[in-house]
Each structure stands twice: as C-alpha cells, then as structure tokens.
C-alpha cells in the first residue's frame, strides 16, 4: 500500500485559471506536510509547508490540510506557464520525508 | 547563502565498481539527509545525520551503501560494489532542526547514478 497518493497527471490548465492539485496519505500520526515544486532535472524547490487543519496562503499558493480525512491539497491561483513542472507532495511524523510520486502540472498559454 | 550542493551532477560507472557521492548541506544545518528516486518510483528516504551522528539508517537498501559525515559538515555516500539497481538520483537535503520550521528540508541539485 503506498504512503502518499498523487494523482501522476498530467493536469493541463490553461493561464490564469486556478490549478488544484491534491495529496492522501495514510500515516495518520503525520504531523507535518510539505509541498515541493519539481522542475525538469532541477531539484525539489520547497514551496509550502503546512502543519495544522485549515488554509495557509502564501501569495499565489494556498495549501489546505484536512488531517481526518487524511487530505492536503495545493491551490494555485493565476497559474502561469513558468508554474509548469512537477509538484511533489511530502509527508512526515518527524523528520524522514515521505514522498508521493508527483503529479505534472501543465499550465497552457 | 548558499544552497545544498552535491557532487557530482552525474555518474556512469560499470557494475562492481566504486563510487562516492558527495554532498555539502546548507551552513549551520546540523540534520542532514540522503534520499533516492529510482525511476519511475517516488523519492525515498536513506538516512539521517544530526551533526556527525546517524540519527536514522532505516532507509539504506544493504550494506552495500556507506554514509559518512565526519565533522558534522559535509556528508559522503560510498556505493561499493555499484549493481544495476543502484542507478538513480541520489538527492541530499539539511535542515536547521530549529524553531516550528524544524523540518523543512531544502534539497540539493542531485546526482544522476547510472550503473551498467
């Protein structure tokens, strides 16, 4: 059974529109969540981090954890084409991260 | 400030050699981590220095892989003998270890590992 859940996409969007992507993950005692963005042969770029229910914004980003139903999701509003790239849900009870396999936003001009 | 880096960017090595991968995490992270992505798999933890300690070896696949950190400052991760399964992106991260952001792991370019 995997850890963490990403829908793999891709999930295309065109500019402007907001992109919604989202996380399950099965560890109920996790205790903080964290969202990477993931740019071709770059590496994972920390854009959120989120540790208790409810919404945290940061500019463009919201993140949203919901830890009963084991659910974080990445809200991002006016997407543009630079957002375009793989974002990466992560996961953790203390410190060894546990990583979803990504999900591949595609934002289209 | 300067971030993770890792060296080198690649690898290409035949199988039953040797190699070393070498990472220096960001100044004045004590937690230093060592994670691979095998592909099409998701990332995956290997290990866990806090300063020159092992904090956490759960995650290294066989005795095989050593990981070192002498000093507390940069950290190694020996492959000896290199099989085919071992290629991959091997990904170091550091993080303070301070304060309500204790755990957020900043993460190195990486280094692509091809064994034939």
């Known amino acids: 059974q995997k850890e963490v859940e990403q829908n793999s996409g891709p999930l295309s969007v065109p500019e402007g529109a907001i992109a919604s992507l989202n996380c399950t993950y099965s560890?109920?005692?996790?205790?903080?969540f964290f969202w990477y963005r993931q740019y071709s042969g770059k590496s994972p770029e920390l854009i959120m981090s989120i540790y208790s229910n409810g919404d945290k914004e940061d500019g463009r980003f919201t993140a949203q954890l919901n830890k009963a139903s084991q659910y974080v999701s990445l809200l991002i509003r006016d997407s543009q084409p630079s957002d375009s790239a793989t974002y990466l849900c992560?996961?953790?009870?203390?410190?060894?991260?546990?990583f979803g396999k990504g999900t591949r936003l595609s934002v289209i001009a | 400030e300067a971030g993770v880096t890792q060296f080198p960017s690649h690898s290409v090595i035949e199988k039953g050699q040797t190699v070393t991968l070498r990472c220096d995490p960001i100044s004045g992270h004590d937690n230093l981590y060592w994670y691979r992505r095998v592909m099409g798999k998701e990332i995956k933890f290997l290990l866990h220095?806090?300063?020159?300690?092992?904090?956490?070896e759960s995650g290294m696949p066989n005795n095989r892989f050593l990981a070192e950190r002498t000093g507390g400052t940069y950290s190694t991760l020996k492959v000896q003998p290199a099989e085919l399964e071992d290629s991959g992106v091997y990904f170091c991260a550091s993080s303070q270890g301070l304060g309500p952001s204790y755990n957020e792991q900043f993460f190195g370019p990486g280094t692509r590992l091809t064994v034939l």
């Open positions: 220095f806090v300063k020159e300690s092992k904090q956490d």
């Open positions: 992560a996961v953790t009870r203390n410190t060894p991260l546990v």
């Open positions: 560890d109920r005692g996790s205790q903080s």
